[in-house]
């Protein structure tokens, strides 16, 4: 399972990319494996203020729906609408292409509560 | 339990889920590329959790009559026929293929979570001079669907397969043991289901993947059959209502007596308030089972499966919804997860290319 280090995470499977105050949402490679393919994104518009924790998107692979929740607060300031008609560019590059949705952050502290990649790691469950 | 194949469905890295008391293989690959591979190529799946009855004797032909919708009398030897048992209020205890061996002797291939239940019911059922067996734990079931089946089980064999019609079968020798090969199946492709001997199950296997075939698991096969409109049991099809609303007059014979024929009479003659009918989502979000369908904001029905249909491009459902909304263009919504999603009724199946009733020599 590839868990890059430079990321932050959340125990709902969120990773979180922070520069220049604006944080880049994405889900991990783990959720992306645990989905399999996905068929269908829901995204949050544009200028949404947002509270951490709050739902704000919608992944779906055949078998499975799953929420996306805000990993900070702030505003939207872009959606990934690539991911909206290829929902598979999560699968192949979850951390890339693949990113959701983009937040500009009301308290970059809020940074400091999320996971780092050891932590994230640490509560996967063991592999199959 | 485990099927014979379970081994095997791990070694190839498959997702095990618990399906009707069995863990079974619900992907190997991927859904969407299993599902792929059985519409355009060919797939195997393992079906060996499912049951195989045998019934006969000198009034086999009697009693099945009496216990299955469909016409056996008429079923001719190497041909099988799909139909529903029914309690004695019409609802669905399972729906099953009866396949003819000879004058007296039959076989009924059911679902596995209902097995137990049905070989009771059956058996209560059975003349004196008729026998039961249940082959279900000494026989091993493949179903290799998809356009070029027949090339790979060819090849698997090192054999030439009869040239069989649509819901026709043949016994014949595969590797050296005594097989029953079915021109049938669940995924609107033509193909094959295969019964031979449990102890073999691995090495059947392994011929039918070296031989081009790609492991295809649960999730593809829901995929496959919900496409072409086929029902699941426990999802379409239950003990709460009769197969009317959602095979209308299809596989029931009403003109012969059998258990639960009054229900059924009363439901093609008085009409139901539901029918199962297909419905289009206006998105790629689906529904799913247990979602509500609703017609200008009142309740207007129920769905039973719901998935993105990877064939389609779009996300597909069916429910049973009110008589008077089952006309193709009727819009509806479903409640999902708090999503009101907007959706059409459209007629069954929602794929109309399958190959499953091509001619008999195949595709390849």
Redesign the interface.
Known sequence: MNVPRELRYTSTHEWVRVRAGVATVGITDYAQAQLSDLTFVELPDKNDEVNASDELAVVESVKAASDVYAPVSGTIVEANERVVEQPDLINTDPYGEGWLFKIRMSDTGEVQDLMDADQYEEQLPEEE | MRTPLHDEHVRLGA?IVPFAGWDMP??YA????EHEATRTGCAVFDTCHMGEFEVSGPTAEADLERLLTQRVGTIREGQCRYGYLLRDDGGVLDDLTCYRFGPDRFWLIVNAGTRPGDADWVRAHLSPATTFRDLSDATAKLDVQGPVSRAVVERAFETRLPDLGYFRFATLPLAGESCVVSRTGYTGEWGYEIYFPAVRATDFWRRLLESGAAPAGL?ARD?LRLEVGYPLYGHELGTDRTPVPAARGAFIDVTKRFIGWAAVVRDIEESCPRYLAGLRLD????A?AGDAVKADGADAGVVTSG??A?SVGA?VAMAYIDAKLTRPGARVTVES?G?SLGAEVVSLPFWTQGTARGAPAGAS
Request: net charge positive; aromatic share 4%; charged share 25%.
């Open positions: 997702r619900v992907q991927g859904i969407l590329a999730g995929t998105s790629r979000r689906a799913r998935s993105y990877p996300a997860r999503a």
